[in-house]
């Protein structure tokens, strides 16, 4: 286990307090910013003064003062130099590998990554010259195989959508340096309980819709990362993120700030859930994958990637074996137990289930879903902890019961 506490360096970051001393900090909510002197304009264009140097805002698709408070305790919950956030993770993705690739260039990404991420990959990049290899990231020796003089980046989720593989990010780290190549990861499934910029990550992303929000009522991302990489994203000439644009509105900025305090307490919530029923499924024999079960198979490489004290995660599957089957337990455990919802996402406080295959993956060939280990009939679960235990427990193994997967 890693003795990071991301918990304690929020708490250390430089707090931004309110107007008039608000313990809440202001929404900076204009667009534009008054420059008192006009010499001073050019000089914020030229990169001389800026944010970061004497304080000085000029539009809000640049820097905008509420979005970078949440940047800097992101930043400083990942332990990175920089942070800067997006309008959504898959800005945040995209924006990162369009800046770090060119038309020609080579990525090797994980085979098992959110059915976006892969789309993204897979059927839009090759149309600017960006190819992929997938390849099965727990080999390493298959990694090192894909590399080729073009290749710029390697592509992992902490915690793998929907599979729940995890990614040996210090092993990763190694080989992309000795190549001179980015590790790019989203950590999106493991915020605070991993750090893969610690672990030896370049660039760390999040959808900040999951976990970090916590509430689904927002899309947003962010990119933690080099305070160089991020000035290069927010380049006036070709920075990607200033260009394309995909900027975080202030007043998402501010509820996401006012809920980051508790996203360790909410975290260690939804491990212990996660924990208990995985538990209880594996008791009765389900077929349940839980990379916080001491018998899943990469446990061990978990554990001594996490840092102490935040359990193993919100995330759970179960695989019925066939999509009818999956339907049927999703339909009983939302309809007749009122254990979960059926709905896409996660890191919600209720559990939020879905069938991986035909949703958040369908972007994926049913070949390249095999490939994977991508089950027909697996179902995603993203534990939540409202309700009773003791309730909930009883929930599931009355709906597992039912659908016979039990042994
Ligand atoms: C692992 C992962 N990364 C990125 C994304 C994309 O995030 P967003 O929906 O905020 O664009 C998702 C969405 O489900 C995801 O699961």
Not at 273 to 288: D, H, Q
């Amino acid at each position: 286990m890693q003795n990071y506490n991301p918990e304690e360096a929020i708490q250390k970051a430089v707090r931004e307090f309110g107007e008039h001393g608000g313990v809440a900090p202001s929404i900076s909510r204009s667009s534009t910013f008054t420059v008192m002197d006009p010499r001073v304009m050019p000089e914020i264009f030229q990169g001389v003064r800026g944010p970061d140097k004497d304080g000085c805002y000029l539009y809000s698709r640049h820097f905008n003062p509420t979005v970078s408070v949440l940047a800097r305790y992101l930043a400083a919950m990942e332990g990175t130099e920089y942070a800067l956030c997006t309008a959504s993770g898959m800005s945040a993705i995209s924006c990162t590998l369009l800046q770090l690739c060119e038309h020609a260039d080579h990525i090797i990404s994980s085979d098992t990554i959110y059915g976006g991420t892969h789309a993204l990959l897979e059927e839009m990049l090759p149309s600017m010259g960006i190819t992929t290899t997938f390849v099965d990231v727990t080999d390493i020796r298959a990694v090192e195989k894909a590399i080729r003089p073009e290749t710029r980046v390697i592509y992992a989720e902490s915690i793998g959508n929907p599979t729940l593989k995890i990614s040996d990010i210090p092993v990763l780290s190694r080989l992309a340096h000795e190549h001179h190549l980015t590790l790019v990861v989203d950590n999106t499934f493991s915020p605070i309980m991993i750090t893969p910029g610690k672990l030896g990550a370049d660039v760390v992303i999040h959808s900040l819709t999951k976990f970090i929000n916590g509430a689904s009522d927002a899309i947003a991302g962010v990119i933690c990362c080099e305070k160089e990489f991020a000035y290069q994203l927010m380049d006036v000439h070709t920075g990607r993120l200033m260009l394309l644009g995909p900027t975080m509105d202030p007043r998402t900025a501010f509820d996401i700030i006012q809920r980051l305090p508790h996203l360790a307490i909410r975290i260690k919530a939804h491990g212990a859930r996660a924990l208990a029923i995985a538990n209880r499924l594996e008791e009765l024999g389900a077929p349940v994958t839980y990379p916080g079960l001491s018998s899943h198979p990469q446990h061990g490489l978990l554990k001594s990637m996490v840092n102490r004290g935040f359990g193993f995660g919100g995330m759970l599957t179960i695989d019925c074996g066939s999509r009818g089957c999956a339907e049927k337990l999703l339909d009983y455990l939302q309809n007749i137990e009122r254990f979960g919802l059926i709905a896409v996402s996660l890191g919600y406080f209720d559990t939020l289930m879905s069938h991986s295959g035909s949703s958040t993956s369908s972007e994926i060939t049913a070949e390249d879903q095999r490939r994977m280990g991508l089950s027909p009939g697996l179902v995603r679960m993203s534990i939540g902890f409202t309700g009773s235990l003791k309730n909930r427990l009883a929930q599931i193994e009355r709906a597992v019961k039912k659908l016979g997967l039990t042994v």
